[in-house]
């Protein structure tokens, strides 16, 4: 492989650096917090919730993280972009009653 030239929106400092062997760098990947109540989950089943996130495309594969504390019991089973500007997140309980997620922040990754 020979060199390629890589330009970056990151703040002024920030390294980029060159990926670990068998990994492939990926030029378009961008980060947005989303604060959304996902509501109630059965119990021991799960609930598909949907928020809007503008400028999210279909083609997108996107990474899910909680930036806070989520109800205990609760867990992040699945995320997807089903529909243009759609984020949508499958959350899965462990625990014999449902548990309802109030207002929570989420780190959304995009990969485009």
């Known amino acids: 492989m020979g060199t390629r030239s890589v330009t970056s929106n990151a703040p002024s400092g920030t390294v980029i650096s060159t990926p670990p062997s068998g990994f492939t760098a990926i030029a378009n990947v961008f980060t947005k917090d989303v604060t959304y109540t996902p509501g109630a989950i059965a119990a021991l089943v799960g609930a598909v919730t949907t928020t809007t996130v503008t400028g999210l495309l279909t083609t997108d594969a996107v990474s899910v993280q909680c930036t806070g504390t989520m109800t205990a019991g ?39």
């Open 74 to 112: 609760a867990a992040i089973a699945n995320a997807r972009v089903s529909a243009s500007n759609t984020l949508e997140i499958t959350f899965t309980t462990a625990v014999a009653l449902g548990v309802t997620l109030g207002s929570l922040t989420f780190r959304v990754t995009v990969c485009r």
